[in-house]
């Protein structure tokens, strides 16, 4: 089955940056989207980036493109997650997790939220 495992959070003052990993593996094919997500105490679960693997595109919420990029490398089983002028308001457990989505729908954060079932830990972020 899938396994998840993110990385590279942690305390982090404002104005700094952080770039989390996450390694997919267990699935048989690559999957087709992997999704970025961020989720704070008592909140819902945040979609805020997107890749479509195979053409190597992504997706950033409007209110974080200026400040966050996503990227994928070592043959599409590695995701990245570049955070840059971190805020306080950044502070979150940050997960990844792939879905199989077409690319119209992957590279639209509205749409294909019911297709990412499967999660990791997550890596907390913290800012002050």
């Known amino acids: 089955h899938v396994q998840l495992v993110e990385s590279g959070g942690g305390s982090a003052q404002a104005g700094e940056s952080l770039t989390l990993s996450c390694v997919i593996s267990g699935q048989p094919t690559l999957p087709a989207c992997v999704g970025w997500f961020r989720q704070t105490p008592g909140k819902e679960r945040e979609d805020i980036a997107r890749i479509h693997t195979v053409s190597e595109t992504t997706i950033i919420d409007d209110s974080l493109k200026d400040r966050v990029s996503a990227s994928l490398a070592n043959r599409k089983t590695l995701y990245y997650l570049h955070l840059t002028a971190l805020e306080p308001e950044d502070t979150a457990t940050y997960y990844c997790?792939?879905?199989?989505?077409?690319?119209?729908?992957?590279?639209?954060?509205?749409?294909?939220?019911?297709?990412?079932?499967?999660w990791g830990q997550g890596t907390q972020v913290t800012v002050s």
């Open positions: 997790s792939p879905a199989p989505l077409a690319r119209s729908s992957c590279l639209d954060l509205q749409m294909g939220r019911p297709q990412f079932v499967a």
